[in-house]
């Protein structure tokens, strides 16, 4: 069990980040949960690149042994896009809410239904 | 770090939650140091803690700082939740032990990179760089997209505000 155990706190944060997404209806905390599922893969990959007695993949005379570069390598890309999808999700937050108002998902819902409620009411008059 | 992500699902000011997940960013860095990922780490406290904390701030300050209060009970989504992580623990399970020197991931081209050919002593640089130029080329055009797609929303709504103002 121990050898799992980051694995199991990955787990765990990736399974807050999903409970995040899917129960809250504010916009803005939707997207913390997302980047927040996000770190948790961030920590999926490097996990398994650390060899016990390694160091940091810059080579030195002074070690032999170092972590696995490649998943480094891999989620300093990862970083970067996921800012650059937050940054799309809150502009389109922003733009939601100067159209209606709201970033909560019910009021835009319960919003949308009075609208076509009001343009059936006009199409059957 | 669990108490921070916790008081990140429970927490409706959207200011202390942006706040703790700015804390929380700073703590995944300093796991990362301990994991020997110093690349990463830094880049995380930069953007992870720096900019993203701006960016959430700055779309707060057009938005309203206090979430509703939940209208649907929670059950659902937390045994979905509890239920994905289930399986997921059940899965991760068979994966190799933590820090084994034999696991797949330390045989395959990761010996062809240590051994350092293109003379840079920082093996991230130099696998980022020589080796995997093109996961570089990917990612600077999703960011150019992103980019494009911000300024695109956030200038109509400009538009969309003068002309309000010209109608008023």
Redesign the interface.
């Known amino acids: 069990m121990l ?14 980040g ?3 997404i ?5 916009l ?2 939707k ?2 949960g997302l ?2 599922f996000q ?1 948790s893969v ?2 999926l990959y ?7 007695g ?7 005379p002074q070690y032999t042994v ?12 990862a ?10 999700g ?6 939601i ?2 159209a209606y108002g ?3 998902e ?2 835009i819902l319960e919003r949308d239904r009075g609208v076509e409620a009001e343009e059936a009411k006009e199409a059957r008059s | 770090m669990a108490i921070s992500v916790l008081a990140i699902v429970v927490t409706r000011n959207l200011f202390s939650v942006i706040v703790l997940s700015g804390a929380y960013s700073f703590l995944m860095a300093t796991v990362l140091v301990a994991l020997d990922a110093v690349d990463v780490a830094m880049t995380e406290a930069a953007v992870g803690a720096g900019i993203s904390t701006v960016l959430l701030l700055g779309a707060l300050h057009l938005c309203k700082s206090l979430e509703a209060k939940p209208a649907h009970k929670p059950w659902l989504p937390l045994a979905v939740s509890v239920a994905t992580g289930a399986l997921l623990v059940y899965g991760a399970l068979g994966l190799p032990d933590f820090g084994d020197p034999d696991a797949p991931i330390h045989k395959n081209v990761v010996p062809r990179y240590m051994k350092n050919e293109v003379e840079v002593p920082n093996v991230v640089t130099a696998v980022l760089a020589s080796f995997r130029g093109y996961d570089t080329l990917g990612e600077t055009t999703v960011v150019f997209t992103a980019g494009a797609g911000v300024i695109a929303l956030l200038r109509r709504r400009k538009q969309g505000s003068e002309k309000a103002s010209g109608d008023a």
């Open positions: 050898a799992h155990f980051s694995n199991i706190i990955t787990v765990f944060l990736m399974v807050a999903l409970f995040i899917i129960a809250r209806g504010n803005i905390k997207l913390i980047s927040l770190t961030y920590l490097i996990t398994p690149g650390k060899l016990i390694g160091t940091a993949p810059i080579i030195s170092y972590s696995n570069p490649l998943p480094h390598v891999l989620i300093l890309t970083i970067v896009v996921g800012v650059a999808t937050l940054a799309l809150l502009a389109l937050a922003v733009r809410r100067e709201s970033i909560e019910d009021e």
